[in-house]
């Protein structure tokens, strides 16, 4: 089926390193959207890239799609504390146009040490 | 406005009995979408309503689980009878945007452990 992988399953970093995690698709996406999922939280929306290649920044976070749109990162500059929490990016892959099913990757659990 | 609401928020039950999630959308919201995360591992995509209709459900797992949303509005999710696997926190999301693109919004889950 499907699959979306993210790696690293993990990162601890010491607050003020930088941060990646990257996320691979099997199958070309239509767009890919980023959330956070804070501990005993919920996912939030971060951000959506649709154009191949696209880069988008907010802050201290830079969002790139890839040129094949099978792949896409998420870049943290000088992390903080309040970083802390999974990243997950989620593929939204089309069926001929049937559906628009959202497909979360395996997700990117961050740790800050102060 | 109010986010997308969820209930119970945590539910014990042992195997074999039935339990019931319920989701609000947020209002006007004619997506809804019904995921799962299993012991910290990714969410899972269970499947999707657009309105009353359910325009995706390849993620439910068997037909021990059942959604419906009847009017258009709230949804529920059984499950019955409950196994051990089913454990998890179900997400409930809604969007806005027509066929379903756009930003997800999460409910803070419902956490079903079955003993």
């Known amino acids: 089926g499907q699959q979306v992988m993210q790696i690293p399953q993990y990162q601890h970093v010491q607050e003020g390193e930088d941060f990646t995690t990257y996320c691979n698709s099997s199958?070309?996406?239509?767009?890919i959207q980023w959330y956070k999922q804070r501990p005993g939280g919920h996912p939030v929306f971060l951000i959506q890239?649709?154009?191949?290649?696209e880069v988008k920044k907010q802050k201290r976070l830079t969002f790139q799609f890839g040129e094949a749109k099978k792949n896409s990162s998420l870049h943290i500059t000088a992390t903080q504390t309040t970083d802390v929490g999974t990243y997950f990016c989620?593929?939204?892959?089309?069926?001929?146009?049937?559906?628009?099913?959202?497909?979360f990757g395996t997700g990117t659990l961050l740790a800050v040490q102060p | 406005e109010a986010g997308v609401t969820q209930f119970p928020s945590h539910s014990v039950i042992e195997k074999g009995q039935t339990v019931t999630l319920r989701c609000d959308p947020i209002?006007?919201?004619?997506?809804l979408y019904w995921y799962r995360r299993v012991m910290g591992k990714e969410i899972k995509f269970l499947l999707h309503?657009?309105?009353?209709?359910?325009?995706?459900e390849s993620g439910m797992p068997n037909n021990r689980f059942l959604a419906e949303r009847t009017g258009g509005t709230y949804s529920t999710l059984k499950v019955q009878p409950a196994e051990l696997e089913d454990s998890g926190v179900y997400f409930c999301?809604?969007?806005?945007?027509?066929?379903?693109?756009?930003?997800?919004?999460f409910g803070e889950g419902s956490r079903l452990t079955v003993l």
């Open positions: 999301a809604s969007s806005l945007s027509p066929g379903g693109i756009g930003e997800l919004f």
């Open positions: 199958t070309t996406l239509s767009n």
């Open positions: 890239l649709v154009k191949s290649g």
């Open positions: 989620a593929g939204r892959m089309n069926y001929g146009g049937a559906t628009n099913k959202l497909i």
């Open positions: 209002s006007g919201h004619d997506n």
């Open positions: 309503f657009v309105k009353e209709s359910k325009q995706d």
